[in-house]
């Protein structure tokens, strides 16, 4: 069995009430429908891109004779499942090869699966089987982790509405896909579990059907500021564009984050009192927020949520804090300002590096935030995505090589 055991995270232990197979969640039935961004299904791409022992293997069991066998997939970290996009594809190429294969699925889409524990048991003759292991692998171990961190990040802050912004972080559009279908497993489990808000909506329309809002959301990046001149005038510009849609105006190009938020309310007072008006944080790691400095942020946090700063804290934590960027005490600053101001229905969205290990802090901080528009729960080390796929049954016989007695059915 695998060493390296964690503690499951909120919620967790009452997996049993969980349906044990199938997926989770039946909505989300309607809402996978796009394929793959990279979809290899012949067999003369497959033979190219997986690994080559496999090619081998499939040659001479091919040469003295089939034998149908039975693999468990598992990871060797806790996660949280996210299988659908992998098995679709297994199951798309079996059928293109007309050979039957049995997925026995242990834990359903949304479970969260222990480390060593197996994900699946797949059983299908090992000459249609043995070169799909490298691709199916790549499909799920990533996605799992994937929806672990977004489960985390949703339940640690379950009044917050999340906006998926993972592709401009991905290795190309099959991973985008991926990691967006990921976000929303974890999301719907943060749900479920606590009644978070979760993921609402993602930035791209091509994976925008596995969100609620099922069109993509976005207003203005940096590059529509720079190019109007004034985080004023870019406000303007995109109402009058987009005059009927809520806007979402970034505030922190030119050092002046509550200068220029005050400026664009008092500009658009109609939008800011009924709601539809919402400024965006997304300041550098290099600077602090207009008007803050350390003691200053410190000051910030007594006034607010002085229990957050009175114990031990590491460095990592003290920046999420109290440092330059978006910190807690940022937030809170902005927000003070546009309360004392009467714009308290203007909504703060906070952006920059909203990853587990932050969000859980800014949940300590209990800071304002309305929306956080982020993609940093894609995995951060990619040794864990890494899924494992051992042979346990071989014509129906229990064999599997020494160490991994674990693997086998129970």
């Known amino acids: 069995m695998p060493k390296e055991k964690r503690s499951p995270p909120v919620g967790s232990n009452?997996?049993?009430t969980e349906a044990a197979e199938g997926f989770a969640d039946p909505a989300a039935d309607e809402r996978v429908k796009a394929p793959l961004g990279v979809a290899l299904q012949s067999d003369g791409e497959i033979a190219d891109w997986t690994d080559h022992y496999f090619v081998r293997t499939k040659k001479a069991v091919g040469r003295f004779g089939d034998v149908p066998v039975t693999y468990a997939v598992f990871m060797r970290r806790p996660?949280?499942?996210?299988?659908?996009?992998?098995?679709?594809?297994?199951?798309?190429?079996?059928?293109?090869?007309?050979?039957?294969?049995?997925?026995?699925?242990?834990?359903?889409?949304?479970?969260?699966?222990?480390?060593?524990?197996?994900?699946?048991y797949v059983t299908g003759p090992l000459s249609q089987l043995v070169d799909l292991e490298t691709l199916l692998l790549q499909k799920l171990g990533p996605a799992c982790v994937a929806a672990y961190n977004a489960y985390t990040m949703c339940a640690d802050l379950p009044g917050v509405a999340f906006l998926a912004m993972d592709a401009r972080h991905c290795a190309g559009t099959e991973m985008a896909q991926l990691m967006a279908y990921a976000a929303s497993v974890g999301s719907a489990r943060a749900q479920r579990k606590v009644g978070a808000t979760g993921?609402?909506?993602n930035a791209t329309e091509a994976t925008a059907h596995f969100f609620p809002a099922a069109r993509a959301k976005g207003?203005?990046?940096h590059a529509f500021i720079g190019y109007a001149g004034s985080t004023l005038r870019a406000a303007e510009m995109y109402d009058e564009?987009?005059?009927?849609?809520?806007?979402?105006?970034?505030?922190?190009?030119?050092?002046?984050?509550?200068?220029?938020?005050?400026?664009?309310?008092?500009?658009?007072?109609?939008?800011?009192?009924?709601?539809?008006?919402?400024?965006?944080?997304?300041?550098?790691?290099?600077?602090?927020?207009?008007?803050?400095?350390?003691?200053?942020?410190?000051?910030?946090?007594?006034?607010h949520v002085p229990a957050a700063i009175r114990g031990y804290r590491s460095e990592s934590e003290l920046r999420y804090l109290v440092g330059p960027g978006v910190s807690a005490a940022a937030i809170w600053h902005l927000r003070e300002a546009l309360d004392r101001e009467g714009?308290?229905?203007?909504?703060?969205?906070?952006?920059?590096?909203?990853?587990?290990?932050?969000?859980?802090?800014m949940a300590e901080a209990k800071a304002p935030i309305d929306v956080i528009g982020t993609g940093s729960y894609l995995p951060d080390r990619w040794s864990e995505t890494y899924a494992t796929a051992d042979i346990v049954e071989?014509?129906?016989?229990?064999?599997?090589?020494?160490?991994?007695?674990?693997?086998l059915r129970k």
């Open 14 to 16: 009452d997996n049993a």
């Open 79 to 120: 996660v949280v499942s996210a299988p659908r996009l992998a098995f679709d594809w297994l199951r798309d190429v079996a059928a293109a090869r007309g050979v039957a294969v049995d997925i026995d699925l242990s834990y359903g889409e949304g479970r969260w699966v222990g480390a060593g524990e197996p994900i699946a």
């Open 199 to 201: 993921f609402v909506a």
């Open 219 to 221: 207003t203005m990046p």
């Open 241 to 303: 564009t987009f005059p009927d849609e809520p806007m979402t105006v970034l505030v922190d190009y030119f050092a002046r984050e509550v200068t220029d938020a005050l400026t664009v309310c008092r500009r658009f007072p109609a939008k800011a009192g009924r709601g539809e008006l919402s400024v965006r944080l997304d300041t550098p790691g290099s600077r602090f927020v207009e008007g803050l400095d350390p003691p200053g942020s410190y000051a910030v946090l007594e006034r």
């Open 343 to 361: 714009f308290d229905k203007v909504k703060i969205v906070a952006s920059s590096g909203f990853n587990p290990a932050k969000c859980k802090l």
């Open 394 to 407: 071989y014509d129906g016989q229990p064999r599997v090589k020494v160490g991994r007695e674990f693997l």
